[in-house]
């Protein structure tokens, strides 16, 4: 039977946190899956865990798969990254900051997540093909290994004096330096 609720849990995110053995809330981010008719509302809660602001679990797409995520409210930052040859070796990173109105385009190919820095729940909306048969699970057409590998994206964004910073995950073998871009996300329509 299709249920279109799924919850990602501190158990599971676990695997990608900076901090894994930090305390943090029972569900990090909330899904309600309706796929490319109805659309996908995802919704995180506000915070940090071990210093570092709640965020999705991150993956790549398995093929050539585009995905657009509509920011309904709060703001965060969307984290991209492409990789050359290895898992570890990441050739271009990049971080933007978005809000409530901003359309984002995620580039082909390349491992996201979002990150929720605001101090409200972070809403999105997307696109994103799922499983009917079972929603709970992650979806297929994502692939999370690389993440639970090597312990999230190649950059954690924690708190720094009251503001989002970047911090290397040293589980990478190379990555570019990244700053937070403060201009427009990658695709804003
Ligand atoms: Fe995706």
Redesign the pocket.
């Known amino acids: 039977m299709s249920e279109p609720y799924a919850a990602r849990t501190h158990d599971k995110m676990r695997e990608v946190l900076m901090d894994p053995d930090a305390p943090g809330p029972a569900v990090h981010y909330h899904m309600v899956r309706g796929g490319p008719l109805k659309s996908n509302i995802t919704i995180w809660e506000p915070g940090q865990v071990g210093g570092e602001y709640i965020k999705a679990y991150g993956?790549y797409?398995v093929d050539d798969?585009p995905?657009t995520y509509r920011i309904l409210q709060g703001e965060g930052i969307l984290l991209t990254q492409l990789r050359s040859g290895s898992d570890g070796e990441i050739s271009e990173f990049k971080a933007f900051k978005v809000k409530a109105g901003d359309v984002v385009d995620?580039p082909l190919r390349s491992g996201?997540t979002l990150v929720n820095t605001g101090k409200t729940w972070l809403v999105t909306s997307?696109d994103?093909p799922w499983s009917p048969e079972d929603s709970a699970s992650m979806p297929q057409?994502?692939d999370y290994e690389p993440m639970k590998k090597l312990r999230g994206m190649a950059y954690y964004v924690v708190e720094k004096d009251g503001a989002p910073a970047l911090v290397r995950n040293p589980n990478y073998s190379s990555a570019p330096t990244a700053a937070i871009e403060v201009a427009e996300s990658p695709s804003n329509g």
């Open positions: 993956h797409h798969l995905e995620i996201h997307d994103s057409h994502a």
